[in-house]
């Protein structure tokens, strides 16, 4: 009985091992991946509030979704702070009803610290959780949370959930 198993213990851990190597390698391979794809898609924009244009090798149809930034203004957020509101535009050009929030990943930085997601007393246009059909265009309001009242902000706005590094928007908001 012991013989048996300490072989079965010892066959277990060979196969542990087995899936540990087969995993570090399809993780190399994914990354390769990826990077290999980022270098291909070449540089993004940067300036005072545009949005990244697909290249010649990311059409619509490789694209869920558009988005662009229409606009960026000081606000203040309900504990009278100040906050950066950027208005974007995006169109849902997936196959299933999705939300903002679900498609893209937003961020904004200031002097390399992210900026937190801010709270109104103010009415926003549009919600960030409302779902839109495949097709549609839909314009929201999100707000961050200011870090000083003088640096630039950094806003980039990236496809969440992929495999893919797809950024839609880097771009540098002057306040």
């Not at 391979?29 to 545009?50: F, H, L, P």
């Not at 990311?58 to 662009?68: A, H, I, P, V």
């Not at 950066?84 to 002097?111: H, M, R, V």
Request: aromatic share 8%; proline share 2%; charged share 25%.
């Amino acid at each position: 009985m012991k013989k048996s198993k300490k072989g079965g213990t010892v066959l277990t851990a060979i196969l542990l091992i087995l899936v540990i190597i087969l995993v570090i390698i399809l993780t190399t391979a994914i990354v390769r991946e990826i990077n290999k794809k980022k270098s291909e898609n070449g540089s993004t924009q940067t300036g005072t509030i545009s949005a990244n244009t697909p290249t010649d090798t990311d059409t619509k149809s490789q694209r869920n979704y558009e988005c662009k930034l229409l606009s960026a203004r000081i606000g203040k957020g309900y504990k009278d702070e100040p906050i950066l509101i950027c208005k974007y535009e995006w169109t849902n050009n997936s196959d299933k009803a999705t939300d903002f929030s679900f498609a893209f990943y937003d961020q904004a930085f200031q002097n390399g610290i992210e900026c937190k997601k801010a709270y109104m007393v103010d009415s926003l246009e549009g919600e960030r959780m409302t779902n839109i059909q495949p097709g549609t265009t839909y314009t929201v309001d999100v707000p961050y949370t200011l870090n000083d009242n003088k640096s630039e902000v950094e806003i980039i706005v990236k496809q969440a959930f992929s495999f893919e590094d797809i950024e839609y928007i880097h771009t540098t908001v002057k306040i």
